[in-house]
C-alpha cells in the first residue's frame, strides 16, 4: 500500500476529505520523528507497535566487491515492535 492508498482509505473509513487524511497522516509521521529524536527516543501506539531508538556498536564488516574488511562506526538506528494485535492480523492476512 502506498502513502496516496493509505490517505485514501484513511479519508474513507474517517468519512473527511483526503486532505484532512493527508494531514493527519503527516501529524503522526511527525509526531514519531518528533518522540525519536527525544532522549528517551520511544513512542507506543495500541493495536499497532512500539517505535524507538537503539544503539548499535562499532563492528567490523567486509566490502563485498574486494572483500577488504572495514570499520563500521557504532550508531543510533529506529527499531520498530509489532503489537500483538498487529501480528495476528498479520497472521490471518490472505
Known sequence: MTKAELVAHMAEEAGVTKKAAAAALNAIVTAIHESLKK?????????????????????MGVNPQTRQKIKIPAAKVPRFTASRALRDAAKKAK
Open 39 to 59: 532522549k528517551d527516543g520511544k513512542i507506543r501506539i495500541a493495536d499497532l507497535g512500539t517505535f524507538r531508538v537503539i544503539k548499535k556498536k562499532a563492528r
